[in-house]
C-alpha cells in the first residue's frame, strides 16, 4: 500500500487532501508545519511526500526537507492566491 505525507499548513486544505487520498486506498499522514514533517520523515518511510511550498512553513524550509530526506518522489505545489 502506498504511503503519502502531506505537508500543509492549511488545516482545511490538508484534511481534504488526506480524505481524497484515503477514499482511493493511500495511507495518508500530517504535517503542519516543516519541523513536524522533518520528525516524520526521519521515523517513517513514505512513498510520496506532497510539500505545500508557502511562506507559513517557516520552521524548516519544504525544500531543505525534500534535500536532506530521501524518499521515492516528492511533489511540490504551490497554491495561488
Known amino acids: ?12 486544505i490538508s484534511n481534504l487532501i488526506r480524505m481524497s487520498l484515503c477514499k482511493t486506498g493511500y495511507i495518508c499522514e500530517q504535517a503542519f508545519d516543516g519541523e513536524t514533517a522533518a520528525d516524520l520523515i526521519a521515523e517513517n518511510s513514505y512513498d510520496l511526500i506532497l510539500l505545500d511550498i508557502c511562506r507559513a512553513l517557516t520552521a524548516m524550509n519544504c525544500l531543505t526537507i525534500s534535500r536532506r530526506h530521501k524518499c521515492r518522489s516528492f511533489l511540490l505545489r504551490r497554491w495561488a492566491r
Not at 500500500?1 to 482545511?12: F, G, Q, R, S
Open 1 to 12: 500500500m502506498t504511503k503519502i505525507l502531506i505537508v500543509e499548513d492549511e488545516e482545511a
